[in-house]
């Protein structure tokens, strides 16, 4: 089996850039070349290779409903007066009418609601030059012979990001979330591709 394809930011994970040599003795304990935050920050991500949880708040809920009439109606009433030496002769005296009519009704409603909660861990795989990082991360969960794969990606402020290390998903820029599934269970689920095929083939 094939892993699911994913729409979000690749890499999924990357490794944090290596330690500079330590070049210089500043002390016995403290070592300039060494030390990655100042005494007082916190452990904030903030450098590529951090992550940083993402706790999942999605929910929408939308409603469209859409309706239209149209009607039309004409009358046309036409007398051939008598003439002669006109083609048509024999028509001489006869009245013509035509008449129309139609009419037109349409409507349409759609509704989704949507809820997706959870958490998952990514990782920061870049850092822009304003400071705001792009995270990207995959969660794999197996049970017996079914997998399920949690992907997020997105754009993090840093000032959003909690003492704890989390950051909600609605405060999350450009935001991908999927949630796909491998394994027999989900191939029950999806419609062959003749199937697929003919139902978009099919002109009735």
Do not use: C
């Not at 330690?19 to 452990?43: C, K």
């Not at 349409?106 to 909660?117: D, E, M, Q």
């Not at 992907?151 to 840093?158: L, M």
């Not at 950051?167 to 989900?186: F, H, L, N, P, Q």
């Amino acid at each position: 089996m094939t892993t699911p394809s994913t729409s979000v930011h690749q890499p999924m994970s990357t490794r944090p850039a290596p330690l500079p040599v330590n070049t210089q003795v500043n002390g016995a304990i403290f070592q300039t070349a060494t030390v990655r935050l100042a005494l007082f920050e916190d452990r904030r991500a903030r450098y590529v290779g951090d992550t940083v949880t993402v706790v999942l708040e999605e929910r929408t809920n939308a409603s469209k409903g859409t309706s239209s009439n149209a009607n039309r109606k004409g009358d046309t009433t036409l007398g051939i007066p008598i003439a002669t030496r006109l083609p048509g002769a024999n028509l001489v005296g006869a009245d013509l009418s035509a008449s129309s009519d139609s009419s037109f009704a349409g409507g349409g409603n759609s509704a989704a609601n949507n809820v997706f909660t959870g958490s998952v861990a990514v990782t920061v795989i870049d850092v822009y030059p304003n400071g705001n990082l792009l995270v990207s991360g995959e969660k794999q969960v197996t049970i017996n012979q079914g997998t399920e794969y949690i992907r997020f990606s997105g754009v993090v402020n840093p000032v959003n990001v909690g003492a704890a290390n989390t950051v909600s998903s609605t405060r999350v820029a450009d935001a991908r979330i999927e949630y796909k599934g491998r394994g027999y269970m989900s191939e029950a689920q999806t419609m062959g591709w003749l199937q697929r095929f003919f139902m978009s083939a099919s002109p009735f």
